[in-house]
């Protein structure tokens, strides 16, 4: 395990570092040796113990944000134009982090390279940190010798996936205030106010209540009552659901049923098939041959089915089929997308025409999505004003009544 500890030096100074221990009697001897007395020590996890339940739980999950990835990325490049040896610019990286989850990574990647394994397998040993693609544009800097340029490519890679999620949550951004909205002052009138309105028609001798404030009455004893069942059970059945379709065999027989659904089938595939484009455009820009780059895009996607019909498309490419034919006859790339390609084959320049691609169909999807959420975003204005109407029509009648006007 992996131990941060701080301590004090025989002069009393402040001293903080990591140990590779094998437990506390290892790491007291280690500070004995260095004549170190121990304050306070910590065992660094890579995901934290959270994040290895979840990652137990949903296998490929990033427990680690996209941007300290990034920084951790772009730290490690500018040490390395600088000239600074691979070990030692892992070591400068490791103690400007602050996120203690990648100091974890930054000193076993140093552990594993003293011990003689190259950077590229340390990397491998965090799957939900580093993904394929930064993997393999740092395996082809260390094959060609321009480490440092091919890290600074991971990071501009990794920065275009920021600016997308970033992208993304912007625009469900005001829906998820609407939902909130709605939750809070349902829970404010039904639970501050409506009880104050029942005691005053109590005491006023006024029996019963108008119908909006009695529909009312029972939602709110509804949840009360049964409200964290509710929760449980639906909470349960969500899990459930996403357990299920996460099967690759069941996901691989509901595909074709999903990808049929008018509007949504095309999105969906549109977004399965993403990280291909992307996946061999990078990898293929940066020196690796074709044919791998391919197969590590078919890699990149997560869906079992289009995985398949991908390998099925590729294997037609190595035989000499031209690749637009291959697209159009897998039905599961648009028209422009299979124009771009063929135009990247013809010049020579296909990681150039598959970014291109990339981005035409990143920008298609943020189009659907701000045209689903332009539909969604008056409907649920609708349903906060026919709640509020509700809520204060619960609350005014009684009061109208029993002024007797």
Known sequence: MLVQFTALNEAGEIVTDTHHSGGKSDLHTHLREHHLTLVHSKTLRPHGFLGSVLSNFLPGLRTVPLHDISSF????????????PLLDALEDVRQSLDNTHLVYVAT????????????????NLFPTIFDTMV?????????SGKLAEHVKKAHESLQQKMTYQKRFKKITLYPAFLLITMVVMFVGFSQFLLPEVV???????????????QLLMITRDFFEHYGFMLLFFLGLCILMVIGFISHPRIQYYLTPLVARIPGFGHFYTRLSLLPWLCTVGELYGVGVDFKNSLEEGKESIKNPYFRRKIKAMHQT?????????TMKES????????ALCDLGMKSGNL???????????KDAIHTSITKTLG?????????MGGLLLWLVMAVILPLYGNLNI
């Open 351 to 361: 990681s150039s025409f598959f970014m291109k691609a990339y981005e035409f169909e």
């Open 135 to 143: 993997i393999k544009i740092i395996d082809r800097g260390m094959k």
């Open 317 to 325: 490419l190595l035989d000499g089929v031209p690749l637009a034919t």
């Open 331 to 338: 039905m599961l790339f648009p028209t422009f997308v299979i």
């Open 199 to 213: 005691r005053y028609m109590e005491d006023m001798g006024t029996k019963e209540l108008p119908l909006a404030s």
């Open 108 to 123: 076993m990647l140093k552990v594993k390279l003293q011990q003689g394994t190259d950077f590229v397998s340390g990397l």
């Open 73 to 84: 990325m772009l730290r490690l490049s500018v040490l390395l134009e600088a000239g600074r």
């Open 375 to 383: 539909i969604l975003e008056p409907l649920l204005i609708i349903l």
